[in-house]
């Protein structure tokens, strides 16, 4: 985000006109729900609903015949900077009181939770990511961004770039994955995807990135749990995606709720400061997540809402997200010299600095004809973006006896409540979308024309109904079974301790196996699965996620062969809960986990990861051979023969790692630093080049310097993190 000379004058000469209060006005971002901001958080909502006290009808009905409060007298008094909300022409009705009846004529910003797209929802971050597809990732933010504006929406709280290594975490369906490297690239692309688009103020927003920093190693899983870490681990696996987003512009950042070595990232001025503005050089402003300010007291690192305001804005915190406390207590605080002006302007400056970049002061408004255009339904293009992501982001996991793909002469008995239950598809934190856009797995195979006969027997709730399971057992040629989790069982505090197949789906398989026909597993669920018992005795599973408005016809397409499965896990999968947290890129330990008694793993429990990252398959295979490593100057460049030596097609995704075999601190049993999806015809072969720049082969020390030691290397090439080849090089910088 670069602010030309005209915009940077702007900003000083209101900097200039504005009063205290005025100033304290702009740091305040408030919602609209008279619910209170956040009284009543979405998730209870949802289970208001699931016993049965709310239906969703009632819901939808309550919402759009209440009233809600948009601030107009605060906003009329100058005391409000940005809103949460997505209905525009409510948002165009407040923003003209801001710029037509406020004395300075600021515009208002609005924000909204737009993780994985607003109305065209396209898959949860944990998929997409294991689509490995650069593109796509900055496609899908464009139309997100696009679609956001269309809405009143100019500032996304997205992209979420926690980088988690515990399925138990149920936020870890909203990021993408346990790598840094990955994480960082998918940073990158949604940033560009959401900011870069300036031919018209109505194709860009400012990006949020969140949640900063350290939230995805919440101990235990837990959500809002607390993370203690050696400044090592925080540069070399938390910050390398905000660090991209940084390089990239992103226009802002919102603080976690965890604490960071005992302090809150709401009021961490070594997070803050020290590192994301003045190291990482944020241009915009840091934000609090909702209600981190007031948690400060409860965290027990601030008295009272006095001081735990002093301590935020001292720290760096730029605006308070509906706990309401800077309006109440910053103004004394300043009179009192607590908090310098200077700290009130440097925050302003760059919430207003956002504001002209955007350019909500020349374009404040969204127009009518866009507001009439999403009323009317989505464009085809965002449609078929969203089944393309959706293709790309399902990953095969096992495929014995080639049960798939299947072909549409067979009668396909499709099972499990979770297939027809189009508003499972969206995943958590989707806000926008409409049911009438969504496409059950059930839909998707009628829409492929399949002989297809539907029973739901059971789902990841609620007891089993025996009389469909009955029948299912007497239909089909072959049986699909979607089963997992429900959205609700994965997002925010939707943390688990056993993350194992829920309700009794586990029970409906084996009767299901019973019949002796071929059985798939598709998966829904937002977070990887401790599958060991499914993976023995299921003979083909399919991890299929939940991919958003068109999951159902990207199901089919991929199950029916007319798409080659394409997606690699962006986390590594338990064989059981005790395993938690997995992750490929561990420590060796001096004792790694062997077949002596006395090696790092458990003894009632293989010591290997079920399905590693990376790890994806096709409906062809691939080959590798001839690694070769050159040393240049400045870089390395490998190469690596790719041969496709089934008799289908197929999309291959070539990924790069590297081990630094000795170092002054202990480094990772494997590292990704490269991958590119490949295509290639059955029989067809092709040479794989990479080059990896030297200056990326280092890492940060304990004081947080980046360092570069000579040394022996090891470089691997192949699939997923676990199966490669290898090549040992000794490099000097």
């Not at 933010?141 to 988690?164: L, N, T």
């Not at 350290?214 to 910050?239: F, I, K």
């Not at 089993?464 to 979607?482: F, H, P």
């Not at 496709?644 to 790692?657: D, H, P, R, W």
Request: aromatic letters at 8%.
């Amino acid at each position: 985000m670069t602010l030309t000379e005209k915009q940077k004058e702007k900003v000083d000469s209101l900097l200039k006109e504005m009063t205290l209060d005025e100033k304290i006005g702009q740091m305040n971002l408030e919602s609209t729900s008279i619910l209170g901001a956040f009284g009543i958080p979405l998730a209870e909502i949802r289970k208001m609903a699931k016993d049965g006290r709310l239906t969703r009808e009632e819901i939808e009905e309550m919402m759009d015949n209440t009233d809600c409060d948009y601030h107009e007298d605060e906003v009329r008094e100058g005391r409000l900077g940005a809103i949460i909300a997505s209905d525009p022409r409510r948002a165009n009705e407040t923003q003209r009181i801001a710029v037509e009846e406020s004395r300075l004529k600021i515009p208002l910003i609005f924000g909204y939770d737009v993780i994985h797209g607003m109305r065209t929802v396209y898959p949860i971050a944990l998929a997409e990511a294991g689509s490995f597809d650069d593109e796509l990732f900055e496609e899908t933010a464009r139309m997100a961004a696009k679609e956001s504006r269309a809405y009143g929406v100019m500032w996304d709280f997205a992209p979420m770039i926690d980088v988690a290594r515990d399925a138990r975490w149920g936020r870890v369906s909203e990021g993408p994955g346990e790598d840094p490297y990955l994480a960082s690239r998918f940073a990158e692309r949604k940033i560009r995807g959401l900011q870069n688009d300036r031919s018209d103020t109505q194709n860009y927003v400012a990006a949020c990135t969140k949640h900063y920093v350290a939230y995805g190693a919440c101990e235990g899983g837990r959500d809002y749990n607390t993370t203690s870490m050696a400044v090592s681990q925080l540069y070399n696996v938390y910050l390398p995606p905000f660090r991209a987003a940084m390089a990239e512009g992103a226009a802002s950042a919102m603080a976690s709720f965890n604490d960071l070595n005992g302090v809150p990232c709401t009021a961490n001025s070594y997070t803050l400061r020290d590192i994301l503005k003045d190291e990482l050089a944020l241009g915009g402003f840091a934000v609090s997540d909702a209600n981190g300010i007031k948690e400060c007291i409860v965290h027990g690192y601030a008295e009272d809402s006095a001081d735990a305001v002093i301590k935020s804005v001292n720290a760096g915190l730029d605006m308070d997200m509906g706990s309401h406390l800077y309006s109440k207590e910053l103004k004394s605080a300043v009179e009192s010299g607590a908090v310098s002006l200077s700290a009130i302007d440097d925050a302003v400056r760059r919430i207003l600095s956002v504001k002209v970049w955007l350019g909500l002061f020349e374009h404040p408004y969204v127009p009518e004809e866009v507001i009439e255009s999403y009323e009317k339904g989505l464009p085809a293009e965002h449609i078929a973006l969203a089944r393309k992501a959706a293709q790309e982001s399902i990953v095969l996991l096992k495929n014995e006896n080639s049960v798939l793909p299947l072909n549409r002469t067979q009668k396909i008995c499709l099972v499990g409540s979770l297939a027809g239950n189009a508003e499972e598809i969206v995943g958590s934190w989707a806000m926008g979308w409409k049911k009438r856009d969504c496409v059950s797995v059930l839909d998707g195979f009628k829409n492929a024309g399949a002989k297809v006969q539907y029973f739901p027997c059971c789902g990841p709730e609620g007891e089993m109904n025996e009389d469909e399971l009955s029948s299912a057992l007497e239909y089909g040629d072959v049986i699909v079974a979607v089963v997992g989790e429900t959205r609700d069982m994965s997002g925010e505090a939707s943390s688990k301790a056993d993350i194992t197949l829920p309700g009794r789906q586990r029970e409906m398989l084996e009767r299901l196996l019973e019949t002796g026909k071929p059985v798939v597993a598709v998966l829904m669920n937002g977070r990887p699965l401790a599958l060991k018992w499914e993976s023995e005795k299921i003979p083909a599973i399919v991890e299929a996620w939940q991919l958003g408005i068109q999951m159902g016809n990207a199901v089919a397409d991929v199950l029916l062969g007319d798409v080659a499965p394409s997606g690699r896990l962006a986390s590594s999968f338990p064989m059981v809960n005790g395993q938690c947290p997995v992750y490929y890129n561990h420590p060796n330990t001096g004792r790694p986990a062997g077949m002596s008694r006395f090696s790092s793993k458990y003894i009632d429990e293989e010591t290997f990861i079920l399905y590693p990252f990376g790890y994806g398959l096709s409906y062809t295979e691939f080959k590798y051979s001839d690694l070769c490593v050159d040393e240049k100057a400045d870089q390395l460049e490998m190469s690596v023969m790719l041969k496709n030596i089934g008799s289908a097609n197929g999309t291959e995704v070539a990924q790069l790692y590297i081990r630094d075999v000795a170092a002054s601190l202990v480094r990772p049993v494997k590292e990704l630093k490269g991958y590119k999806r490949i295509t290639l015809k059955a029989g067809e072969e092709k040479k794989v080049s990479f080059s990896l720049k030297k200056q990326d082969m280092g890492f940060y020390d304990n004081n947080g310097k980046y360092v570069l030691e000579d040394g022996l290397f090891r470089i691997f090439v192949g699939g997923n993190s676990r199966d490669t080849l290898m090549q040992e090089i000794t490099v000097e910088f």
